[in-house]
Structure formats: structure tokens, C-alpha cells
């Protein structure tokens, strides 16, 4: 009896290899309407921010100038020149060209600033911008990780009213997802302050020192509602865009990956990182690309020296200069919406390969409003002849089937 022998053709290398998804994450980032959203979501945060320097007014204090100087940088101008290859060979140049880090380090600055405030007023300040964060990313990072769920799980493209109208309808537990653990943080502070107040009366310190262990307890659970959020918090996006759940649901997700597979957690994160600094390169060499030979173009009919006249750094054409700015920030600022539509992307993708090792969930499982409903068994009727047979109604679900009898 001869055997059979096979050949393997192909090798499905993200089945074998899920963590290679995290790669896809620079393609789904460069999707226009993730840019679009993202670009637009930063200019709202830097906006807002800025307004709410003005409320605090510039004779405040030295920190609040600082934060506030931090805090108010438009995206076009920031720099965006590529890291050269000399760069590149340094861990710290990595980790400050990564798209991954600086979307983070900006996202979460208010909320980590805020706990270190030297005064009451600094801690206002940095409270409002971090909730004006939260406001805007709740709708614009909502709607991209909503719309890398779907690519990633469904090889789809969801449509802007699609997005719209998935992130309208769970707008609440992507904003009160984040502010669960904070308040917990402070209820339990407020709880040691009024322990604290006991030392104000030497007589009682020993009542402290006694109940110190409470003390630890209260630190303690601080500590894991802080950490947990910290690292957390782009996983509670990534829950509530691909489970279609609640902010309780988010924070159960996101504290479970968080402390279950944290080594898990922070390979991903790493590697996510890494990818992130390449695309982030190909992206600047491109946008760089765009500038430079769109201008080298119109120079060839106008002249190097004429559109340099024209629109150089002390060009006369004052009015077509300003257009022509504006239509060069405009561009600026959609690339450096790679930075944040890359952050909630691969946040999203991190998630589900998380969901995968603590839930054992595949990873083409996603809540899509349009088919919430279970296909059930069709429902049979008694024929003429006692023999059961198919309705030509559809089945209900959660409904049981008609009787046979």
C-alpha cells in the first residue's frame, strides 16, 4: 500500500504568527479617513488646550507657563524631518521617533502632570485640559479603533456614517471608561488625608502609626487603579469599539490584559513601537517627497530665483504666501495624524491579540450592530399529513420554535 505524500505550498504565517498583524497597523494608520480623523483630533485637543491657557491667563505661575507652553504646540509646527540612519542606530532615538510613545506621552500628559501639581491652580489647569483630552479623543479615537476593528477582523472599510454613528451611541463609556480608576484614586485619597489630619494633633500619631497597614492598603489600591490605567487606557478604546460593550466592560477588559499577560502586554508594546518608527519614516520621506518636488515643479516655469521672490521666507507675495502656508500646514498636520491614527490602531490590534491569549477569542470575532441577532433553526409547522416541515418564516432568535405537535 503506497503512501501518500503532500507538499506544503504556503505557510500562513499569521496564523502561526499572530503578533505579525501588529505590521498591518502602519497600513490600516495610513487609511485617509484614520488620518482625517486623527489630524483632526489633535488640532481640537492643541485647541482647546490653548483656550484654556488663555482662561488661566499669563500671570499665573511659573509651572502652569510651562505646561501650558508644553501643551499649545500646533502639529505644523512641529518638526517632522525623517531620523537619518545615524539616528536610528541609538534605542533613544527609537523611542523618541515613535509614533507609539509620542501619541502616549501626549494623550496621558495632563492626567500624569496633574498628579504632580506644586499648587491648586496648576492642578485646575492640567484637570481641564486633561478632560478636554478626553472629550476629543472619546469621538475621534472611538471612531479609529472602530475602524481598525472592523479592517482587522472584517477586512472592511467602514464609511464615515458608520463610524459616526457607532461612536454617537457608546460616546459615554469611551469618556467615563477613564475616570472610573481616577475617581476611585481620589475617593481613596481623600480617605488617607482625613487620616492624615490626625497627625496634625501629636497625641494621636500613634492612632496612625497603628492603622499604618490600612495606610499601605490605600496606597496599594491606588497604585493598581493608577498603573492599570496608565497602561490600560488605550485598551478600553479597543473593548468598547471591538465588543461593543460599556465602560464597565472596558475596564474589566483592560485591567485583565493589563495584569494577566503583562509581559505579553509589553512585547507587544515594543514591537508595536519598533513598527511604528518605520512607518512614521516612510511617512515623513514622503511628506518631505510631496514638498520638495511640488515646488521644484512650479519652479521650472516660474524659476528658482523668481519663486523664491515670491514665496520665499521674505517673498513680496504676501497674500499668495499665506495661501499657499495654509495649504502646507493642511498637509502637515494630516501626516502628523500618522502619529496618533497609528497609536489607536495598533492599541486596537494589541487588543485583540490579547483577547486572543486571555479569552481564547479569535481573532474575526467583532459586535456588528446590523447582526446582533443569532440565526437560529427555521421553525417547522404540522402538514395535512402530521409530517413536520420548514416554514417559510425566518427564524427568531431567543424565540422558541412552534410547536410540532
Same mark, same amino acid.
Given at each position: 500500500?503506497?503512501?501518500?505524500?503532500?507538499?506544503?505550498?504556503?505557510?500562513?504565517?499569521? +496564523?502561526?504568527?499572530?503578533?505579525?498583524?501588529?505590521?498591518?497597523?502602519?497600513?490600516?494608520?495610513?487609511? &485617509?479617513?484614520?488620518?482625517?480623523?486623527?489630524?483632526?483630533?489633535?488640532?481640537?485637543?492643541?485647541?482647546?488646550?490653548?483656550?484654556?491657557?488663555?482662561?488661566?491667563?499669563?500671570?499665573?505661575?511659573? /509651572?502652569? *507657563?510651562?505646561?501650558?507652553?508644553?501643551?499649545?504646540?500646533?502639529?505644523?509646527?512641529?518638526?517632522?524631518?525623517?531620523? *537619518?540612519?545615524?539616528?536610528?542606530?541609538?534605542?533613544?532615538?527609537?523611542?523618541? +521617533? =515613535? $509614533?507609539? @510613545?509620542?501619541?502616549?506621552?501626549?494623550?496621558?500628559? $495632563?492626567?500624569?502632570?496633574?498628579?504632580?501639581?506644586?499648587?491648586?491652580? %496648576?492642578?485646575?489647569?492640567?484637570?481641564?485640559? /486633561?478632560?478636554?483630552?478626553?472629550?476629543?479623543?472619546?469621538?475621534?479615537?472611538?471612531?479609529?479603533?472602530?475602524?481598525?476593528?472592523?479592517?482587522? #477582523?472584517? +477586512?472592511?472599510?467602514?464609511?464615515?456614517?458608520?463610524?459616526?454613528?457607532?461612536?454617537? *451611541?457608546?460616546?459615554?463609556?469611551?469618556?467615563?471608561?477613564?475616570?472610573?480608576?481616577?475617581?476611585?484614586?481620589?475617593?481613596?485619597?481623600?480617605?488617607? /488625608?482625613?487620616?492624615?489630619?490626625?497627625?496634625?494633633?501629636?497625641?494621636?500619631?500613634?492612632?496612625?502609626? @497603628?492603622?499604618?497597614?490600612?495606610?499601605?492598603?490605600? !496606597?496599594?489600591?491606588? #497604585?493598581?487603579?493608577?498603573?492599570?490605567? &496608565?497602561?490600560?487606557?488605550?485598551?478600553?478604546?479597543?473593548?468598547?469599539?471591538?465588543?461593543?460593550?460599556? =465602560? &464597565? !466592560?472596558?475596564?474589566?477588559?483592560?485591567? *485583565?490584559?493589563?495584569?494577566?499577560?503583562?509581559? +505579553?502586554?509589553? /512585547?507587544?508594546?515594543?514591537?508595536?513601537?519598533? @513598527?511604528?518608527?518605520?512607518?512614521?519614516?516612510?511617512?515623513?520621506?514622503?511628506?518631505?517627497?510631496?514638498?520638495?518636488?511640488?515646488?521644484?515643479?512650479?519652479?521650472?516655469?516660474?524659476?528658482?530665483?523668481?519663486?523664491?521672490?515670491?514665496?520665499?521666507?521674505?517673498?513680496?507675495?504676501? #497674500?499668495?504666501?499665506?495661501?499657499?502656508?495654509?495649504?502646507?500646514?493642511?498637509?502637515?498636520?494630516?501626516?502628523?495624524?500618522?502619529?496618533?491614527?497609528?497609536?489607536?490602531?495598533?492599541?486596537? #490590534?494589541?487588543?485583540?491579540?490579547?483577547?486572543?491569549?486571555?479569552?481564547?477569542?479569535?481573532?474575526?470575532?467583532?459586535?456588528?450592530?446590523?447582526?446582533?441577532?443569532?440565526?437560529?433553526?427555521?421553525?417547522?409547522?404540522?402538514?395535512?399529513?402530521?409530517?413536520? %416541515?420548514? %416554514?417559510?418564516? $425566518?427564524?427568531?432568535?431567543?424565540?422558541?420554535?412552534?410547536?410540532?405537535?
Amino acid at each position: 500500500m503506497s503512501e501518500e505524500r503532500g507538499a506544503i505550498r504556503s505557510i500562513a504565517w499569521r +496564523h502561526v504568527f499572530p503578533s505579525l498583524r501588529l505590521f498591518s497597523a502602519v497600513r490600516l494608520a495610513l487609511n &485617509f479617513k484614520a488620518l482625517l480623523l486623527a489630524a483632526i483630533g489633535t488640532v481640537g485637543t492643541v485647541a482647546g488646550w490653548r483656550v484654556l491657557g488663555q482662561l488661566f491667563g499669563d500671570e499665573q505661575s511659573a /509651572a502652569v *507657563s510651562l505646561e501650558k507652553s508644553v501643551a499649545e504646540v500646533w502639529p505644523w509646527e512641529r518638526s517632522l524631518l525623517a531620523p *537619518s540612519l545615524d539616528q536610528l542606530t541609538s534605542l533613544e532615538a527609537w523611542r523618541t +521617533h =515613535s $509614533p507609539l @510613545v509620542i501619541a502616549w506621552n501626549e494623550i496621558s500628559l $495632563p492626567f500624569r502632570q496633574m498628579y504632580e501639581a506644586p499648587s491648586l491652580t %496648576t492642578f485646575a489647569y492640567l484637570l481641564t485640559c /486633561a478632560l478636554w483630552a478626553l472629550i476629543v479623543w472619546s469621538f475621534f479615537g472611538g471612531a479609529i479603533t472602530r475602524l481598525a476593528a472592523v479592517a482587522i #477582523a472584517r +477586512h472592511e472599510n467602514a464609511s464615515l456614517g458608520e463610524l459616526t454613528r457607532f461612536v454617537n *451611541s457608546r460616546l459615554q463609556g469611551y469618556f467615563v471608561a477613564p475616570l472610573f480608576p481616577m475617581l476611585g484614586t481620589l475617593l481613596v485619597g481623600l480617605l488617607l /488625608a482625613g487620616l492624615g489630619l490626625l497627625l496634625r494633633i501629636e497625641y494621636l500619631a500613634i492612632v496612625v502609626a @497603628v492603622v499604618w497597614p490600612l495606610v499601605l492598603l490605600g !496606597g496599594f489600591v491606588m #497604585a493598581f487603579l493608577l498603573i492599570g490605567l &496608565f497602561f490600560g487606557f488605550p485598551l478600553m478604546w479597543g473593548a468598547i469599539s471591538t465588543e461593543g460593550t460599556d =465602560s &464597565f !466592560g472596558a475596564l474589566s477588559h483592560s485591567y *485583565s490584559y493589563v495584569y494577566q499577560r503583562p509581559l +505579553h502586554y509589553l /512585547a507587544y508594546g515594543v514591537m508595536a513601537a519598533l @513598527v511604528g518608527v518605520l512607518g512614521w519614516v516612510l511617512v515623513t520621506l514622503f511628506l518631505e517627497a510631496i514638498l520638495a518636488l511640488s515646488a521644484w515643479g512650479v519652479s521650472w516655469g516660474s524659476g528658482g530665483e523668481r519663486f523664491q521672490r515670491l514665496f520665499g521666507p521674505e517673498g513680496t507675495a504676501e #497674500a499668495a504666501s499665506a495661501i499657499l502656508g495654509f495649504w502646507t500646514n493642511c498637509l502637515v498636520t494630516l501626516a502628523y495624524g500618522f502619529v496618533f491614527s497609528y497609536f489607536w490602531t495598533a492599541s486596537t #490590534a494589541i487588543y485583540f491579540l490579547l483577547r486572543r491569549l486571555v479569552d481564547a477569542t479569535e481573532l474575526d470575532e467583532i459586535f456588528m450592530p446590523g447582526e446582533s441577532e443569532q440565526h437560529g433553526l427555521p421553525s417547522l409547522k404540522t402538514g395535512a399529513d402530521g409530517v413536520p %416541515t420548514v %416554514t417559510d418564516e $425566518p427564524a427568531m432568535a431567543g424565540k422558541d420554535a412552534p410547536s410540532t405537535s
